[in-house]
Structure formats: structure tokens, C-alpha cells
């Protein structure tokens, strides 16, 4: 079946650093990966997206490259702010089988001043 | 437009009674899912939904019925609730079989005592 992994949290750094949360996923065929973000009492949103190999979703300064040769689709982004603070899910969905998503476990992480 | 919504917001219940958790959308989505999201575990699909008058189960299906007698409503119900009930409740919906990213509400939090 698929899965997807994330890198444990929590994450804590410091506003300007750099960011990068891993995802790596099992799936077969070609699934469309997906970050969403869930800020403190809210649903999640969608932050970006990738439908096929090498493809780069970008939003908010957030990145991610769907790479099939190592199914990953790591989350960066160069300079993190306060209001990056929140938890975020990488998740996969194929068009068969209902389009029924996939999420990891989430990494919660904490930007301060 | 208001997206998707949902009510209540909070409930608390005593073991063994019944609820019903309704959400709505105005975006005339297709698809139509409830998750829950426990502490650790990620997001996990209880039933779901393809188009108006069907249902489907998901990936955690137990103590939990639900309807979709119109497109734009989607509802979760809770016969004899159990303290292993206690989560928050995400719906969500997509548009159709070609959109696989989706719009979720902002969440119920229920408490079985």
C-alpha cells in the first residue's frame, strides 16, 4: 500500500534560518505529492503541490521537487519567518481509487525571534 | 464563498451517546472525506464520498456512519460514542476525479468522557 514518512519533530529554529523538512513516500505508479500546512486551531491548507517527476511546487517562499529516483519531496525553504510556525504534512493521492490521500505525521515546527 | 465548513465546533459527550457532525460546502465538489487527526498518527480516512447518495468506507470505519443525500453536505454520525472517539474531526472535499488536492474545514473537537 502507500506510505508516506516524515521527519520527526519537533523542529525549532531560529527566524532567517534555513528550513527543510523530509518526505520520502511509498506509491505505486505515479502519484501527485502535496504539502499542506496546519497553523494553531485551523484545518490544513494546501501550501503546494507536484503532479509528476522533477516537477518543483513553490508558494510563500516554500519549495519541493518530486523526485521519483529517490522518492522524495523534501520541503525548504531559505528563510523562515515567526508566522511559519505551524505543522506541516506531506501527503500523496493517485487519480484511481477515489483520489483518497496519504498523509504523514505531520512536523510540527517552531520559528523564534 | 464560505468553503468548507463545519459544525460544531466543540462537543463533549458522555460515553454512549450520539452525535452527528455536519459539514458543508459551496464549491460544488465532487468528493467529499472525513479524517481524524490524533496526536502522533497523522491524518486517518474514516468514510468517504464520490458524488452525492454514496458513501464508502475508509481506513478507520468502526462506531462511525454517514450520509450524503445532497452534493453539498456530508455527515458523520456517532451511534454510541466511546471515549476512543475523543479526537478532532477534519471534513474535506475536492472538486473532481482531475483536482486531487483538497479544501478542508476548520475542524470539530469532540471529548468522550
Known amino acids: 500500500g502507500n506510505s508516506v514518512t516524515q521527519m520527526e519533530g519537533p523542529v525549532t529554529l531560529s527566524e532567517e534560518a534555513f528550513l527543510t523538512i523530509n518526505c520520502t513516500y511509498t506509491?505505486?505508479?505515479?502519484?501527485?505529492l502535496f504539502w499542506y500546512v496546519q497553523y494553531p486551531g485551523e484545518g490544513l491548507q494546501l501550501l503546494l503541490k507536484a503532479t509528476k517527476a522533477d516537477d518543483k511546487g513553490s508558494n510563500k517562499g516554500f519549495e519541493a521537487t518530486y523526485r521519483k529516483e529517490t522518492t522524495s519531496f523534501h520541503l525548504e525553504k531559505g528563510s523562515v519567518q515567526v508566522s511559519d510556525s505551524a505543522v506541516y504534512f506531506c501527503?500523496?493521492?493517485?487519480?484511481?481509487?477515489?483520489?483518497?490521500?496519504?498523509f504523514g505525521d505531520g512536523t510540527t515546527l517552531t520559528v523564534k525571534p | 464563498n464560505a468553503g468548507v465548513t463545519q459544525t460544531p465546533k466543540f462537543r463533549v459527550l458522555k460515553t454512549g451517546q450520539s452525535m452527528t457532525l455536519l459539514c458543508a460546502q459551496d464549491?460544488?465538489?465532487?468528493?467529499m472525506y472525513w479524517y481524524r487527526q490524533d496526536p502522533g498518527m497523522g491524518l486517518r480516512l474514516i468514510h468517504y464520498s464520490v458524488g452525492e447518495g454514496t458513501t464508502a468506507k475508509g481506513e478507520v470505519p468502526d462506531g462511525y456512519n454517514v450520509s450524503r443525500l445532497k452534493k453539498q453536505n456530508f455527515l458523520l454520525g456517532l451511534e454510541s460514542a466511546a471515549p476512543s472517539q475523543t479526537s478532532v474531526y477534519f471534513c474535506?472535499?475536492?472538486?473532481?476525479?482531475?483536482?486531487?488536492?483538497?479544501?478542508f474545514g476548520p475542524g470539530t473537537r469532540l471529548t468522550v468522557t
Open positions: 501527503a500523496l493521492s493517485h487519480n484511481t481509487n477515489a483520489g483518497k490521500s496519504t
Open positions: 506509491a505505486t505508479g505515479y502519484p501527485s
Open positions: 474535506a472535499s475536492r472538486r473532481s476525479s482531475a483536482t486531487l488536492s483538497l479544501t
Open positions: 464549491m460544488n465538489h465532487e468528493y
